[in-house]
């Protein structure tokens, strides 16, 4: 990219989502086994790949008043990857707390926007708090751009060519799957939810682990559930342990927003993305009815082809009248068409390695919005189901007991399904 490249209209709605409460970037920690790696030797294999992926070298440029991708003349890995300094080695606490401290941090526009914060853990392993802007990545993204700069894995088919032209498809896909989610996320809206509330700039951060076969052969076994289903109710037992142990009087319902990838191997522009919203049955306390509702739930959205129907609605919306849009994407904002929205990513699904340190887990932590204060996200590695949380602390207390309420959801599913 030797001359400027003007930013897609997309990409600069998605500049435009910051604000003095909300960062535009998303993160992943990714935890390596012990003895995890040295700094230095981390340093010197990302830079000896670092040039070769075009997305990590640019920067913004306001070039006669037009916005512009450009190369980083002045690149200097040193500003992006770099040793967290804390002192000692963290517990899994203090990583959490590290981890929401470097959330809350905006990215420097004025350098690639995208930078690893490394640490040392108690257990003798190593963390990787790797922020990146949505402007350039997605969670999807982010797995793509994980293959090619840190860890060891089957490498991208093809030649030069082919490989520029998959990027080009991804970052197509990224800009319609996240301008649309961003408007209908992070607009503001009117009436309250569970966890509306008007959000500041501090991020408080959790993580959770579960076996993904074991959730995976007990939704299937109590309920005929899939994954994602599975998913949804161990998220719902996870809030009814929060607010059960915090005393919080929740309704019966609270409204989730499920993205659903729209993409067929043949689409001409990439994937497309849309969403359903579904009632997640915090009323109920048994986890096999639970999932056998939101299973309900789920099945009828896909039967009706509700992600679709809504897709096509927005398209047809945006070509008629921007204003249209407009008043569409506030009403599908508000907090009563939907208290938060949980995401599900596919990562490695082999053993992967950062030099020859194992990836343990790989935490994907997503922005929450105004009126929406708290967010779920999910992301695979090998057979290993990983929840990362984030919430204002203000309005979300003690987010931790949330999820530990995940691997105590699963634990009750996996029993119930024995018993069937």
């Keep these: 990219m030797a001359e400027p490249v003007p930013l897609e209209e997309q990409d600069l709605k998605i500049l435009e989502i910051e604000g003095p409460t909300v960062v535009g970037h998303t993160c992943k920690v990714i935890r390596l086994a012990a003895p995890g790696v040295g700094f230095e030797a981390l340093f010197e294999s990302v830079g000896q790949k670092v040039s070769s992926v075009p997305e990590l070298n640019w920067k913004l440029s306001d070039d006669n008043g037009t916005i512009c991708w450009v190369v980083d003349a002045n690149f200097r890995l040193e500003r992006h990857l770099v040793p967290l300094d804390a002192g000692s080695r963290l517990s899994e606490a203090e990583l959490s707390a590290a981890a929401g401290g470097l959330f809350g941090e905006k990215l420097d526009r004025s350098h690639p926007l995208w930078r690893i914060d490394v640490a040392e853990l108690e257990d003798g392993g190593t963390a990787l708090i790797w922020r990146i802007h949505h402007a350039l990545a997605d969670g999807t993204t982010a797995m793509r751009l994980a293959r090619e700069v840190l860890w060891h894995e089957e490498p991208l088919p093809g030649d030069h060519a082919e490989r520029k032209a998959i990027r080009a498809a991804d970052n197509v896909r990224r800009r319609r799957h996240l301008i649309g989610l961003f408007e ?40 005929g559930a899939t994954l994602n289903d599975s998913v949804l109710s161990v998220v719902a037992g996870a809030i009814r342990h929060w607010m059960e142990l915090h005393e919080v009087e929740h309704p019966g319902v609270v409204r989730v927003r499920v993205p659903v ?41 896909k039967t009706d082809h ?21 008043f569409y994407s506030k009403f599908e904002s508000n907090p009563r068409r939907f208290a938060l929205n949980i995401s599900n990513v596919r990562g490695p699904s082999r053993p992967v390695t950062v030099l020859e340190a194992p990836v343990e887990t790989v935490h994907s932590i997503v922005e929450i919005g105004e009126r929406h204060a708290l967010r779920v996200a999910a992301l695979s590695v090998e057979d290993r189901l990983c929840f990362g949380f984030c919430a204002d602390p203000h309005l979300v207390q003690d987010l931790d007991v949330m999820a530990d309420g995940i691997e105590f959801a699963t634990e009750r599913l996996i029993t119930a399904s024995q018993r069937i």
């Design 184 to 223: 209908r996320e992070f607009a503001r809206a009117g009436d309250p939810s569970p966890f509306d509330g008007q959000i500041g700039t501090e991020r408080s951060i959790a993580f959770a682990t579960i076996s993904l076969s074991a959730i995976h052969d007990a939704g299937k076994a109590a309920a």
């Design 261 to 301: 990838s729209l993409h067929h191997g043949d689409d001409d522009g990439g994937n497309r993305d849309s969403y359903f919203s579904i009632p997640l049955p915090l009323g109920e306390p048994d986890p096999v009815r639970r999932l056998e509702a939101i299973r309900e739930e789920t099945e009828g959205r």
């Design 306 to 326: 509700d992600a679709e129907e809504i897709d096509s609605l927005i398209r047809r919306i945006s070509h008629t009248s921007p204003r249209l849009r407009n």
